[in-house]
């Protein structure tokens, strides 16, 4: 497809969240649009989000949004406020889906299926005129007579007076997000900040880990020490794996965790097994149970405290026998029990690389882009949306209505022009 003669007024560049919203908005004031995708088919990476489920967005005041994207939340303040959380959930429910809050403000399609989520945004796209292009790749974007020439894979191309660029990030890999836009970005004379794993899975140092694979920890908070910094976390889960530790509160934390490791070589983590009680609480409560079970094997008076498959690891960690019966235990070993029990310790060493995380930290630099218009401030016509933007979020659906709201902002922009 050439279209020398009757260029798009708009071309979006990656059928992601960011995109389609673009796109759709674009459509909606009237511009004849364009979204481009190199997979078969749109949301692919939307479809891996929430465990399948899609968690689309948070029902948290726009002020959390900003503080979870810091420190570079403000920059996009004027994308939440242009279509907010309410906004993107009243589109949905316009489009038919019906929506819940869960947990943590956490919103999901009722049909706790990511494709319904897809499903409405191809609907909107087919309502408002948009062409879209599946399974074509584009390679490059060059500015030709005060328009873009889209380069696609096979020499072909496309023309488009305005373009945004919403190809994602470097993550998750088999959706499709190799860093194309990226490299566009540059080539375009954007700064593109480091990419980093973000949501991303850590490694740690501890052999034995591998026996706790698949084990996930409930009500627990974590710590994490690196110089003179602590970062605690929220009571939440963590899980095992066969390379180290995972799970919601591990994720929440690994992009600062991620830096870090930059200069810090080791990071000490610690898990409170019981973040509910303090320490001495912790001991009135063991004393009592010594007292009433003080002749079984400590192995088996650690079943009422720790998961089974923990028991082993823990007393070993202790130079503690399994067997010892527990009115055999002394009183430094009972303290030391109480201080594991508020600190399990774990040496943090990595992480999985970028294309096993979820999101991707770092990216096209904020100082090149105007936060009010998504505009690049270096090319005019040119606009970015989504995780291609540099900065991200823990999880709740807080990067996903990122995208959302900055694909808006930028077809709107793009539109009126």
């Not at 919103?107 to 399974?135: H, I, M, Q, W, Y």
């Amino acid at each position: 497809m050439e279209n020398k003669t009757n260029p798009y007024d708009i071309a979006v560049i990656g059928g992601g969240a960011a995109g389609s919203m673009a796109a759709i908005r674009a459509g909606q004031l009237g511009k004849r649009a364009v979204l481009i995708e190199r997979n078969e088919s749109l949301g692919k990476k939307l479809m891996m989000t929430g465990k399948g489920r899609c968690n689309i967005t948070n029902t948290a005041p726009l002020d959390t949004f900003i503080k979870k994207f810091s420190p570079q939340g403000e920059f996009f303040r004027s994308a939440f406020f242009a279509f907010s959380n309410d906004d993107l959930m009243e589109f949905f429910r316009s489009g038919g889906l019906e929506l819940k809050a869960e947990r943590q403000g956490r919103v999901f399609p009722v049909t706790d299926r990511a494709g319904s989520v897809v499903s409405v945004l191809e609907e909107s796209l087919k309502k408002n005129k948009v062409d879209v292009l599946c399974g074509k790749r584009i390679t490059g974007i060059e500015r030709k007579d005060g328009r873009f020439v889209l380069i696609w894979e096979d020499a072909r191309h496309i023309e488009a007076n305005k373009v945004i660029v919403s190809t994602g990030g470097a993550s998750y890999k088999a959706t499709g997000s190799t860093g194309d836009g990226f490299i566009m970005a540059e080539r375009l004379g954007h700064k593109v900040k480091a990419l980093k794993p973000a949501l991303v899975p850590l490694t740690v140092k501890e052999h034995w880990v591998k026996e706790l694979q698949g084990l996930a920890l409930e009500n627990i908070r974590v710590s994490f020490q690196y110089g003179k910094k602590k970062l605690i976390s929220d009571v939440g889960e963590v899980m095992f794996t066969h390379f180290g530790v995972s799970g919601p509160l591990v994720l929440d934390m690994s992009g600062d965790i991620v830096s870090a490791l930059e200069k810090h070589k080791e990071i000490l983590m610690a898990i409170d097994l019981k973040p509910g009680l303090r320490k001495e609480q912790l001991e009135s409560k063991l004393v009592h149970k010594f007292a009433v079970k003080g002749n079984i094997q400590i192995k088996n008076l650690m079943q009422d405290i720790l998961p089974k498959r923990m028991i082993g690891i823990f007393l070993s960690l202790l130079n503690v026998s399994p067997e010892r019966r527990t009115n055999q235990i002394t009183r430094k070993e009972r303290s030391a029990i109480i201080d594991t029990l508020k600190a399990f310790p774990l040496t943090i060493r990595g992480s999985l690389p970028i294309e096993e995380a979820m999101v991707t930290g770092g990216g096209v630099s904020m100082k090149d882009i105007n936060p009010r218009t998504m505009e690049s401030k270096i090319v005019p016509g040119l606009y970015f949306a989504g995780e291609i933007i540099e900065g991200a979020a823990p999880s709740g659906g807080y990067n996903l209505q990122q995208a959302f709201s900055t694909g808006y902002l930028a077809g709107e922009n793009a539109a009126k022009g």
